[in-house]
């Protein structure tokens, strides 16, 4: 069993595929699930936990996160580390981009060590409820409008979490 699982909900496809991506990062080293399908027995041996959500709504939640996450954020978290990715699109929701980790950050942040937090430099957009203290709580994904960013984005990014999960 690898040490890392991610954790994805994602309605049109956007996440899983960035999900898949970041396992590829990770040369295969990490376990995905569908938060469709898992079950917390599943993810509770994994020390290293990396969650992708859509935003779909100001604000919003993907819907099986919505339904997920009431039990998730009940698992003990001791001992882990968690990391936040959502997608969102910086040009028709530019007042409430990538909201959807921050709704995860706010059930988990007294709980868990939270690492991968992301400056806002290089993305376009107005407002977002997911920045604290200037930096957002994971990393923005925009394969709306920003797609071939994404790859540079990810392996920044995977990079910085190989150093925190250790
Ligand atoms: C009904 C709806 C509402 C959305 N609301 C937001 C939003 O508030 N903020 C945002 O950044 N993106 C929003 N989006 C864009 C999606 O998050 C984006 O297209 C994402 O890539 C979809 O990922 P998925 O295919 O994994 O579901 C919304 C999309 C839909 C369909």
Redesign the pocket.
């Known amino acids: 069993m690898n040490k890392k699982a991610i954790l994805y909900g994602?309605?049109?496809?956007?996440?899983?595929m960035v999900a898949k991506q970041v396992q590829d990062l990770f040369n295969g080293e990490a376990d995905i699930f569908n938060v469709l399908e898992v079950s917390l027995d599943e993810i509770v041996p994994y020390p290293y936990l990396i969650i992708g959500t859509?935003?779909?709504?100001?604000g919003?939640l993907?819907d099986d996160w919505e339904g997920f996450l009431p039990y998730f954020s009940k698992m003990d978290f001791t001992g882990k580390t968690v990391a936040l990715f959502a997608?969102?699109?910086?040009a028709?929701?530019s007042t409430?981009?990538?909201?959807s980790m921050k709704v995860v950050y706010d059930e988990l942040v007294d709980k868990v060590r939270i690492v991968g937090q992301t400056p806002d430099e290089g993305y376009t957009y107005d407002d977002s409820m997911a920045l604290v203290d200037g930096m957002f709580v994971g990393l923005p994904i925009d394969?709306?409008n920003e797609y071939d960013m994404t790859a540079e984005r990810l392996e920044r990014w995977v990079e910085k979490l190989k150093e925190e999960f250790v």
């Open positions: 994602s309605s049109g496809g956007n996440t899983e859509s935003t779909t709504g100001v919003d993907q997608l969102g699109d910086s028709s929701y409430s981009f990538a909201e394969e709306d």
